[in-house]
């Protein structure tokens, strides 16, 4: 007879976001227990305050879960990036990380330290990068955008030795709200547009998905860098396509490539540039996807109502 699956105790931070919430209702549906960091006063049981602004956390209030899960960071899909957001984008990410992985430091493995961290991450550490297959052993990009992620990273190293700690390299998310809910939009009323070529690859992953295999890392033995994405890459017109067929609506427009540098360089590292991202660990871990295609996450999104 199988032995019991034992209920893990996974304290999130981010856990208000798109990801955030669907990690929690899957935790809980699976039997785990969900325990939410908030920046404001606990207001129910699976709450607890912190202020990672200030620099720290009391360690106290890590101690006694299996694992750590952070999810904090301000949204690259909002424009223009100006110096000030800049360093909000920069700051949301590498602040909290390094706050959770110097407080684990602080805590006696005698009053039971989390075994486990796993940090957000991005797919962006890779940069543009056409026609080439994008593993977790390849390299860092160039750019600001790979080196917020790379720092992003490097901040959750800090954590002591003894604790696994996983970044989760995420696509973009296919959802109602998110990274692509302006493609959904648009497209809702008509204006379903192919950007530049279209022949850009946008590596995403279903919420579900994405969600499922945070689930999944946390009782894998994987460390350092997972690609979390999709089994079959996409292009950027085959998703933007796939919206307006779906929708039923017209998909009868080009954006061109100057018109989207125009947006400054939000619009092309979020449009323009490709990355083949493959979830070669992931899949080799034994990971199994709901959703295989960016077809079935798109309709999948479509369906599930907000």
Request: glycine letters at 10%; hydrophobic letters at 45%.
């Amino acid at each position: 007879m199988p032995r019991a699956r034992k209920p893990l105790r996974v304290l999130l931070a981010g856990a208000s976001g798109l990801i955030g919430r669907e990690l929690v209702r899957q935790l809980r549906e699976d039997g785990d227990e969900a325990v939410q960091l908030v920046r404001r006063p606990a207001t129910a049981a699976d709450e607890r305050t912190w202020d990672p602004g200030s620099g720290t956390v009391d360690a106290e209030l890590l101690a006694g879960f299996d694992a750590i899960v952070n999810l904090a960071g301000a949204s690259i899909g909002r424009i223009p990036w100006t110096p000030a957001y800049r360093r909000e984008i920069r700051e949301s990410r590498i602040v909290p990380t390094t706050v959770l992985a110097e407080a684990l430091a602080r805590i006696s493995p005698a009053a039971r330290r989390p075994k486990t961290l796993i940090t957000a991450s991005a797919a962006g550490f890779y940069g543009d990068r056409p026609g080439q297959r994008l593993t977790e052993f390849d390299e860092q990009g160039k750019g600001w955008l790979p080196q917020v992620v790379a720092d992003w990273e490097a901040a959750s190293r800090l954590a002591p030795r003894g604790v696994r700690v996983v970044q989760a390299r995420t696509a973009v998310v296919v959802a109602r709200t998110g990274g692509l809910a302006p493609v959904r939009t648009l497209t809702g009323v008509g204006l379903g547009s192919r950007f530049g070529s279209g022949g850009q690859h946008w590596p995403w992953i279903s919420l579900h998905d994405e969600a499922a295999a945070i689930r999944h890392l946390l009782r894998s033995k994987l460390a350092g860098p997972v690609n979390l994405a999709g089994p079959t890459p996409a292009t950027s017109d085959r998703v933007t396509h796939e919206f307006a067929r779906a929708l039923h609506r017209p998909y009868l427009f080009t954006v061109p490539s100057w018109g989207i540098r125009l947006l400054g360089e939000a619009g092309q590292r979020l449009l323009l540039d490709s990355m083949l991202m493959v979830p070669d660990r992931l899949m080799a871990d034994g990971f199994r996807w709901q959703h295989e295609t960016v077809e079935a996450a798109i309709l999948a999104a479509l369906k599930k109502r907000s």
